[in-house]
């Protein structure tokens, strides 16, 4: 797998150079070769032609020259061949070739052969019809000026020394090229080795995320895309851990819940078979059997409730209905367990005018008993239970107050979560799954509200819950 992914970016980037050199290298070698050779023709071109007309302007059409004093212009043509680096010739109306800086004494006559190129002006790959030895690149300019002696003056370049110039400025060009590909083909490793390191850590950090293991965070400090990856997958990472946490305890939690009750059954049942128990004793004994069996009812109940929200959204009923017809069924099904403990309810205000609340009514009833089972179940004997609504804007508030054992700051945190039970609590209520705040918190979530506690250790709690008031 390393080595693969090895192989991978890095060919991917390489094939990804190679490409890029071979098209570039194509184009400069075609195209760029055929422009720089276009460009470097036709800047000969218009240097020839300058040359030429300084000529014609500075000697030539200064005098009145014969065919034979125009001889006498040699030197200044060969002085100016030399600085064009071309061959310079002067031609007569005739035909007769009488000057030419590259021959001595030329007896050439141009109308024996193709003498069109003169009126051309500029002509290509052009040997004068076999007086040049080189195809060259020929501007003829005609002597318009002169009374006696017309005809013209021919500048002609070579091909190869104009091919030469190119091949220079190309082999500039090239060597740039090189040069580019090298730094190009360094800032590709440079990549390659900068995105491999990080991608490794990554790579090998996401491939050991797993439900079953610890994760560890994977280190990568710098403050670019890798490294804010890196802390995404570590958030992900320390997601998963906190999941295989609470995966363990919540397998935990329902094994021991399911046992004790199963044991102390078992062991009941056991001794009544065994006769250990006297009959008259047996009452007693089957009682706590009901106890247990109904806590284990609470408890798969809840757990099928759990598992219900747990399919992502709880099916509501919404309807409207009184919130405080609510409460007070609610506290009449919770009379008999208060009245054991001998606590009251206090409901403000006291005057119970209906107060419409939109919602699913058998689950906010629900939410309703699970809060006020807990405020007696944690009261002390003769205390009062304080239930209060009151409306700001478009919600109403609804507040279950008690008196009782409180809640340690350090759970305060811990007891939306399934199955969380204080420490304090555990010894108090047997019968409490653990299961009750964290379905009342998942069925006002379902209804876009909120649910809050304040709660003091050994002074009382307070819960809070909105609805929406029509
Ligand atoms: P249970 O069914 O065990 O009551 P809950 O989810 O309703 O489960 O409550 C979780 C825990 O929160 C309780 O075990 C208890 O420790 C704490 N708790 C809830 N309500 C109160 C309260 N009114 N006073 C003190 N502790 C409370």
């Known amino acids: 797998m390393k080595k693969y992914m090895r192989t991978t970016l890095g060919r991917k980037l390489a094939a990804f150079y190679l490409i890029l050199f071979v098209v570039s290298f194509y184009f400069i070698s075609t195209f760029g070769q055929r422009y720089i050779y276009e460009q470097v ?53 005739d035909g007769d070739m009488v000057v030419d800086s590259g021959k001595p004494d030329p007896t050439y006559n141009i109308y024996l052969g193709d003498s069109s190129f003169l009126q051309k002006q500029v002509t290509r790959n052009y040997t004068m019809n076999g007086y040049l030895r080189e195809p060259s690149l020929c501007i003829s300019l005609p002597m318009e000026r002169n009374p006696y002696l017309n005809g013209y003056i021919v500048f002609a370049q070579r091909n190869s020394y104009i091919q030469a110039r190119a091949d220079y400025y190309y082999n500039i060009l090239s060597g740039l090229f090189y040069l580019m590909a090298g730094i190009v083909g360094l800032a590709f490793i440079g990549i390659y080795f900068m995105n491999f390191r990080p991608l490794r850590k990554l790579r090998n950090g996401a491939k050991d995320f797993s439900i079953a293991h610890e994760n560890p965070p994977i280190i990568i400090k710098t403050k670019d895309e890798y490294g804010e990856l890196a802390q995404t997958l570590n958030v992900l990472g320390d997601e998963l851990n906190k999941f295989e946490e609470y995966q363990r305890k919540f397998i935990a939690n329902i094994s021991h819940d399911f046992r004790s009750p199963l044991t102390s059954i078992h062991g009941y049942v056991q001794a009544m078979a065994d006769g250990i128990i006297p009959p008259e004793n047996q009452q007693k004994y089957l009682n706590i059997i009901l106890f247990e069996t109904d806590r284990l009812t609470k408890l798969t109940s809840s757990l099928l409730d759990v598992n219900n929200f747990d399919k992502d959204n709880i099916f509501l009923d919404i309807s409207k209905f009184d919130i405080h017809e609510a409460i007070q069924n609610t506290i009449d099904t919770l009379e008999g367990i208060a009245e054991k403990k001998n606590i009251s309810f206090e409901v403000t205000p006291a005057q119970l005018n209906p107060l419409i609340v939109s919602g699913d009514s058998d689950k906010i009833r629900q939410v309703l008993y699970n809060l006020i089972d807990n405020a007696i179940k ?16 478009d919600k109403v508030f609804v507040s279950v107050k008690d008196t009782g054992i409180g809640i340690p700051k350090e759970d305060l945190n811990h007891i939306w979560d399934r199955f969380y039970k204080t420490d304090i609590s555990r010894g108090k209520d047997k019968l409490g799954t653990g299961l009750g705040l964290s379905i009342s918190k998942e069925i006002i979530l379902a209804h876009k509200q909120t649910i809050d506690v304040v709660s003091t250790e050994g002074v009382g709690s307070e819960f809070v819950f909105t609805l929406p008031r029509e």
Request: glycine share 2%; net charge neutral.
């Open 41 to 93: 023709i036709s800047e000969a071109q218009d240097s020839l032609r300058a040359a030429a007309i300084t000529l014609l302007s500075t000697h030539i059409n200064q005098q009145s020259y014969t065919k034979d004093s125009i001889r006498n212009l040699k030197t200044q043509l060969e002085m100016a061949s030399e600085t064009s680096q071309c061959r310079i010739m002067i031609i007569c109306d």
């Open 378 to 393: 944690f009261s002390d004997r003769d205390a009062t239970i304080f239930i209060n609504t009151r409306t700001r804007g």
